[in-house]
């Protein structure tokens, strides 16, 4: 019985490290459109109500409007619900309301952030995504192209992936003597989603690879999630075990 595989993003983090992004399907594009399209109407609908108590005749105001008048209203709001796409990607680690309710968020095809420029582009491009009504365009190449991007995606570079729970205990059950130097040392900040995903990447790979770079990426990660002071660092990167260790721990004291 063949089953559908489910796209992935494929990246490789500077500590080298391969990381397999799900990538968000048609379906969650739909959903997380739906909440943020029904923000929006509220949004204007509250906008409208407002303007109301000042004008009695809004529809008037609008027809009164000289032709220039009328298009320049039109792309004010379009650029009002533009801003609230691009902000929030790029301000809120590429989730807008929606985005963050359904778990999905956009980055770069490399798995990196998106920045103004990416943002700009992609959310610029709704206008013709949407034609000819109900973004028939994007759903058509989305179904076309095997990570499920609209033309916005395509043309800006960019991919929306999902943020998938993960099962911490496969990685962060302590083995027997595994509570190395530093182990009790584990606080500290919340660590980001992405440094979760490269901690527990590098322990499963960990095993199988040479001495000297398991050694000096597990160093990196250290560094990278901080948490130690100078004489307890030096304690967990004693050892590769003792840095899988305190990683383990500080994935678990992290969460």
């Known amino acids: 019985m063949s089953t559908v595989s489910t796209p992935h993003l494929a ?19 739909c959903l997380a459109w739906l909440v943020d399209a029904t923000l929006l109407f509220f949004f204007w609908v509250v906008a409208y109500f407002l303007f109301t108590l000042l004008v009695s ?21 379009f650029a009002t619900q533009w ?13 807008t309301l929606g985005k963050k309710a359904l778990r999905i968020r956009v980055v770069r095809l490399d798995g990196s952030p998106v920045g103004v420029y990416e943002s700009a582009v992609r959310n610029l491009c709704r206008a013709v995504d949407f034609l000819p009504g109900l973004y028939a365009t994007g759903c058509i190449s989305m179904l076309l192209t095997p990570q499920h991007r609209r033309l916005g995606d395509l043309l800006a ?47 499963t ?20 999630v901080g948490g130690l002071a100078d004489e307890e660092k030096a304690a967990v990167l004693a050892s590769p075990e003792a840095t899988e260790a305190y990683l383990r721990a500080r994935v678990r004291a992290g969460r």
């Not at 990381?19 to 379906?27: D, N, R």
């Not at 500290?188 to 989603?193: E, S």
């Open 11 to 29: 990246v490789a983090t500077p500590e080298r490290v391969a990381l397999s992004l799900p990538v968000a399907g048609i379906g969650y594009r």
């Open 57 to 77: 005749d809004v529809l008037g105001v609008f027809q009164g409007l000289s032709g220039l008048g009328q298009t320049l209203l039109v792309v004010g709001v």
């Open 83 to 95: 801003l609230y796409w691009t902000v929030g990607e790029v301000f809120f680690h590429g989730q």
């Open 157 to 203: 570079g960019t991919v929306l992936v999902r943020d998938e729970r993960i099962d911490l205990d496969k990685y962060t059950a302590a083995a027997p003597g595994d509570a190395g130097p530093g182990a009790g040392a584990a606080t500290g900040r919340m660590l980001a989603p992405d440094e979760v995903e490269l901690v527990l990447a590098f322990l």
């Open 205 to 224: 790979r960990a095993p199988g690879l040479q001495p000297d770079a398991r050694r000096r990426m597990g160093a990196r990660l250290v560094e990278k």
